[in-house]
């Protein structure tokens, strides 16, 4: 898993992109009726493959492209209706978004065991290529890295990437990431400036895509290291979803992790997964994760998380 050796160059006829010029809507969204700030809700550009989502606290960033004519974006969130703001490059840079919660009444299930969540997770594998493009696709996208001290932000990564995405017959590392426009923000006291390199950048984003890259979650092999319990249905998108809880069975050598499958109940398409790192045994996840560290430092992570919609 070599995702910080460099980046991919995208194909010849994309270098016209390097002269678009972007504009950025930022803001939070929140609770319409408690006013809590709402975490992993989905910004997209409607009309186009451009989109971001919100971070813990209910923060996002949202670089457009001028040429795109973006009139409005959409915010999407399980438990809340879809809703979509008009917007303009003219948009105030920090606005606050609401949305409202919804109730969904679910038809009557049969609570399954941890044997048909197995099967349930073959079933929507041998679907994937109904499911999935098997033509490529260019996508537009948002990458942030961050690192803090204490409350204080200490280093900011940011870019609009470009992705090249091959069919899902073929292999994720024929995938390729281009950063169209980007930056770094580097606090300027000394004392802030770790050289620690953590295995992630803006190729993660391929990495991570389960469905295409099956070794991560879906490969039948790995089904025998995990646990699986059913969890309630619920709702994305305004689309019933089967859920899956997951969690190690086994001690390997490297981490594994725990988390959650929505698989569509109409089409089998894995919908989202949010999963972790099992931190059980730290030094264990800082050898899969820590790529370099200067001497004498101590590193301790609390939490790998990761969420793909």
């Not at 300027?188 to 984003?205: E, F, I, Q, Y």
């Not at 391929?206 to 890259?213: A, H, P, R, S």
């Amino acid at each position: 898993m070599l995702l910080l050796g460099g980046l991919f160059l995208l194909l010849p006829d994309l270098q016209a992109q390097n002269d678009e010029k972007f504009y950025t809507i930022r803001g939070e969204v929140k609770d319409m009726r408690t006013k809590k700030k709402i975490e992993y809700v989905t910004v997209s550009a409607v009309g186009t493959s451009v989109g971001t989502i919100t971070n813990e606290d209910g923060e996002f960033v949202l670089k457009l492209s001028d040429t795109l004519s973006v009139s409005e974006i959409e915010f999407s969130c399980m438990g809340y209706y879809n809703t979509r703001v008009p917007v303009s490059i003219n948009n105030p840079k920090n606005q606050v978004f609401y949305l409202t919660s919804r109730t969904i009444s679910l038809q009557e299930i049969e609570v399954l065991g941890w044997e048909n969540s197995i099967k349930l997770l073959e079933a929507a594998i041998e679907k994937i290529d109904k499911n999935y493009s098997l033509t490529p696709n260019m996508l537009t996208g948002f990458y942030r890295e961050t690192a803090q001290k204490g409350r204080k932000y200490i280093n900011i990564s940011e870019a609009v990437i470009g992705i090249y995405k091959d069919s899902y017959k073929e292999d994720f590392e024929r995938d390729r990431v281009r950063i169209l426009k980007g930056r770094k923000l580097i606090s300027p006291n000394r004392k802030d400036t770790l050289a620690v390199k953590l295995m992630g950048g803006p190729t993660l984003s391929t990495y991570l895509d389960i469905v295409k890259n099956p070794t991560v979650l879906l490969d039948k092999e790995v089904f025998a290291y995990y646990n699986y319990k059913p969890g309630e249905t619920t709702s994305i998108d305004n689309r019933l979803q089967y859920v899956v809880h997951f969690s190690p069975k086994l001690l390997l050598p490297i981490p594994l992790y725990s988390g959650t499958f929505y698989i569509d109940q109409e089409t089998l398409s894995f919908t989202r997964v949010e999963f972790e790192l099992d931190m059980r045994d730290k030094e264990k996840v800082i050898n899969f994760i820590l790529l370099h560290k200067p001497a004498g430092l101590r590193f301790s992570p609390e939490e790998v998380s990761y969420f793909v919609s």
